[in-house]
């Protein structure tokens, strides 16, 4: 089993100053509250002591576990898309939720997680003072997002287990869940919801989405019906912004007032490029046309 001493070579931070960092945690953190849509969430901000040596765990110890291809977010090389693409064409699509992931995670789950790959009780107890806040994980941190994915790894084999029995796709990004496959598939949506629920989770029931071919099958902004694309009110919308920029010249399309403009409308063709390349290149074209000021 690690000690603390083992965990101090790993972070490259000495005993003493990672024991005084988990001694005054409660105090290592600050609060903002961020607005989304309707939702109004709430920020733990780690202050600038506990922060590096969260991102010493996150970086040293939590990047550098293993994760199953099925899991797509919160890690390097996934990507919405990468998540969506495997769902293209199917004839239907079903969609979970998770509601409040990060404060549904307790600090003694996380506890377990530490002692699961090999921490000793003490190390474990400093590891999830240093990791959590509240009795759960914080959302603002740069541990948070990792620990996220190892806890959720368990439910990951269990419905991947059951989409790989029933020859359906599977895959998550973040707290989002998704099957699809065959008609047949719609069968399953109770059992996954209760392995969800069995697993310490709970779902949004109005977020529960079941999609046929014949509507418009989404995943995280991706529209999946015959290849991956942000859908047709995105690209004519975004295609008209850059059509007026050329024509009548930049400084009357902001309408939104967006600071950095030419750097965000960049920002979406890249984006448009990354899930759909043959428009994204065309939009690229016509945007290397704008006279900027």
Same mark, same amino acid.
Not at 4 to 23: C, G, H, N, T, Y
Not at 27 to 33: G, S
């Given at each position: 089993?690690?000690?603390?001493?083992?965990l101090?070579?790993?972070? %490259?931070v000495?005993?003493?100053?990672?024991?005084?960092?988990?001694d005054?945690?409660? @105090?290592m953190?600050?609060?903002? /509250?961020?607005k989304?849509?309707?939702?109004?969430r709430?920020l733990?901000?780690?202050?600038?002591?506990?922060?590096?040596?969260q991102? %010493? *765990?996150?970086? +040293?110890?939590?990047?550098?576990?293993p994760l199953?291809?099925?899991?797509? #977010?919160?890690?390097?090389?996934g990507?919405?898309?990468?998540?969506a693409?495997?769902?293209v064409?199917?004839?239907?699509?079903? @969609? =979970?939720?998770?509601?409040d992931f990060f404060p549904?995670?307790?600090? #003694?789950?996380?506890f377990?997680?530490?002692?699961?790959?090999? =921490?000793?009780?003490e190390?474990?107890?400093?590891?999830?003072?240093?990791?959590?806040?509240?009795?759960q994980?914080?959302?603002g941190?740069p541990?948070?997002p990792?620990?996220?994915?190892?806890?959720?790894?368990?439910?990951?084999?269990?419905?991947?287990?059951?989409?790989?029995l029933?020859?359906l796709?599977?895959g998550?990004?973040?707290d989002? *869940?998704?099957?699809?496959?065959?008609?047949?598939a719609v069968?399953?949506?109770?059992?996954?919801?209760?392995?969800?629920?069995?697993?310490g989770f709970? $779902?949004?029931?109005? !977020?529960i989405?079941? +999609?046929?071919r &014949?509507e418009?099958?989404?995943?995280?902004?991706i529209?999946i019906?015959?290849k991956p694309?942000?859908?047709r009110?995105h =690209?004519?919308?975004l295609?008209?912004?850059?059509?007026?920029?050329?024509?009548?010249?930049?400084?009357?399309?902001?309408?939104?007032r $967006?600071?950095?403009? /030419?750097?965000?409308?960049?920002?979406r063709?890249? =984006?448009? &490029?990354?899930? @759909?390349?043959?428009?994204g !290149?065309?939009l690229l074209r016509?945007?290397? !046309?704008?006279q900027?000021?």
């Amino acid at each position: 089993m690690k000690t603390v001493r083992d965990l101090s070579k790993e972070l %490259a931070v000495s005993v003493p100053q990672v024991r005084s960092v988990a001694d005054s945690v409660k @105090n290592m953190y600050f609060f903002k /509250r961020l607005k989304k849509g309707q939702k109004t969430r709430l920020l733990r901000c780690p202050k600038a002591p506990l922060a590096k040596i969260q991102r %010493a *765990i996150n970086a +040293r110890i939590l990047s550098r576990l293993p994760l199953p291809r099925t899991m797509h #977010g919160w890690r390097r090389g996934g990507s919405p898309k990468s998540y969506a693409i495997v769902h293209v064409g199917h004839q239907v699509e079903i @969609n =979970y939720d998770i509601r409040d992931f990060f404060p549904s995670v307790s600090a #003694g789950r996380v506890f377990d997680f530490w002692q699961s790959i090999g =921490y000793d009780r003490e190390t474990a107890v400093l590891l999830t003072r240093l990791t959590t806040c509240d009795n759960q994980l914080p959302l603002g941190t740069p541990t948070s997002p990792s620990l996220g994915n190892q806890v959720l790894r368990n439910l990951n084999h269990r419905i991947g287990r059951l989409s790989r029995l029933h020859r359906l796709s599977y895959g998550n990004y973040a707290d989002e *869940i998704a099957l699809s496959g065959r008609v047949r598939a719609v069968r399953l949506r109770g059992l996954v919801l209760r392995i969800i629920e069995q697993e310490g989770f709970t $779902v949004n029931a109005d !977020k529960i989405k079941v +999609r046929y071919r &014949h509507e418009r099958q989404e995943l995280a902004g991706i529209v999946i019906n015959r290849k991956p694309s942000l859908g047709r009110v995105h =690209y004519r919308s975004l295609r008209a912004i850059i059509h007026n920029c050329v024509k009548h010249g930049p400084e009357g399309q902001n309408r939104e007032r $967006v600071p950095l403009f /030419r750097e965000h409308l960049r920002g979406r063709i890249s =984006y448009l &490029h990354h899930v @759909n390349p043959s428009l994204g !290149k065309n939009l690229l074209r016509e945007f290397e !046309k704008i006279q900027w000021p």
